[in-house]
């Protein structure tokens, strides 16, 4: 089992930037892979960012040379630092966990969410 927990969401102005953070305990020697997905009002979830143990990462071309993911594995710890944000970027961030042999675009384990609201 793996537990993800997540934090740094809130409301900002467009043009401002957030930096979410979401901690890993449990099995984390299982992961491949973790992710930032997220939900808008009525739309389904997409992924956001991704980064893999060795280093990878993939992005939506939405949101390509805006945001960054990174990962701190002495503190089991991912990132998503988020520039230059755009009120459609407003929606539930997800963080979730890939096991070995499984791919980001179906996690296995979701955090609990964060929101993020960006205002015109």
């Known amino acids: 089992q793996v537990q993800l927990v997540e934090s740094g969401g809130g409301l900002v102005q467009a043009g401002g930037s957030l930096r979410l953070s979401c901690a890993a305990s449990g099995s984390i020697f299982s992961i491949n892979a973790m992710g930032w997905y997220r939900q808008a009002p009525g739309k389904q979830r997409e992924l956001v960012a991704a980064?893999?143990?060795?280093?990878?990462?993939n992005y939506a071309d939405s949101v390509k040379g805006r945001f960054t993911i990174s990962r701190d594995n002495a503190k089991n710890t991912v990132y998503l630092q988020m520039n230059s944000l755009k009120p459609e970027d407003t929606a539930v961030y997800y963080c979730?966990?890939?096991?070995?042999?499984?791919?980001?675009?179906?996690?296995?384990?979701w955090g609990q969410g964060t929101q993020v609201a960006v205002s015109s």
């Open positions: 979730a966990a890939t096991l070995m042999g499984g791919s980001y675009y179906s996690p296995d384990y």
């Open positions: 980064i893999t143990s060795d280093g990878s990462t």
